[in-house]
């Protein structure tokens, strides 16, 4: 693994269904981050973490949850996908003591039927 | 509220100079930040910013003025691979990345 890693690549999901994104970073982040990227909108964050062990709610938290167990791993679920949920998901990651940079993965793209 | 507006799309011409407009106003600010995304990709770092002046690098150098909340991007001897998407962020004061919608710049031969 070199960097940050997302998966799956893409997925074509029924409404309703459960679906958990991965994401997995290497750099030995402390904070890492969840956003959605929509056409003609900026990144929306859903979700964030510091450090391992403890979650924030961004700005579109409504329909997803997140855990954080380790430093490395932050994924993102879905209990029951809509449609609005429709988008391309970025996971990033931060490290908070050396300028704020946050270094993406390489998306996911999700469609909701 | 927490606002950063930037153009929708602009276009330039092969070795000409761009400048890409980037105003915020968001709660508390700790730097300004700009990424470039190319179609399908991932956003990239290209600058951060936290005080007054311009910061050069290469082709690319970033400026910011604190008092009139406003930065730009300023590309120079512009190259067919910088057809991108130019994305302003904001560091708020909770040091989450506020985002603008995004620049689209085509290049032009």
């Known amino acids: 693994i070199a960097g940050i890693t997302q998966a799956p690549t893409s997925q074509i999901l029924a409404a309703g269904r459960r679906m958990t994104l991965r994401c997995t970073q290497d750099?030995?982040?402390?904070?890492m981050y969840w956003y959605r990227q929509d056409l003609g909108l900026g990144l929306r964050l859903i979700h964030y973490?510091?450090?391992?062990?403890?979650?924030g709610k961004g700005e579109v938290p409504d329909g997803y949850s997140v855990s954080r167990a380790n430093t490395d791993d932050f994924p993102l679920t879905l209990a029951s996908a809509v449609p609005s949920q429709t988008s391309v998901y970025f996971c990033a990651s931060s490290d908070l003591a050396g300028g704020n940079e946050q270094f993406f993965g390489p998306g996911t793209r999700l469609t909701v039927l | 509220g927490q606002n950063i507006d930037q153009p929708t799309e602009m276009t330039a011409t092969e070795g000409a100079i761009v400048q890409i407009n980037c105003t915020y106003q968001t709660s508390g600010f700790n730097g300004l930040f700009w990424y470039q995304q190319h179609a399908g990709e991932a956003p990239t770092f290209l600058s951060y910013?936290?005080l007054d002046g311009l910061e050069e690098k290469g082709r690319f150098s970033s400026f910011l003025s604190r008092s009139k909340g406003y930065s730009y991007l300023l590309l120079k001897e512009l190259q067919m691979k910088d057809s991108a998407s130019y994305l302003c962020a904001s560091l708020d004061s909770n040091y989450q990345l506020i985002w603008g919608a995004g620049t689209k710049l085509i290049i032009k031969p």
């Open positions: 910013n936290v």
């Open positions: 750099m030995r982040h402390n904070a």
């Open positions: 973490s510091n450090t391992a062990g403890t979650t």
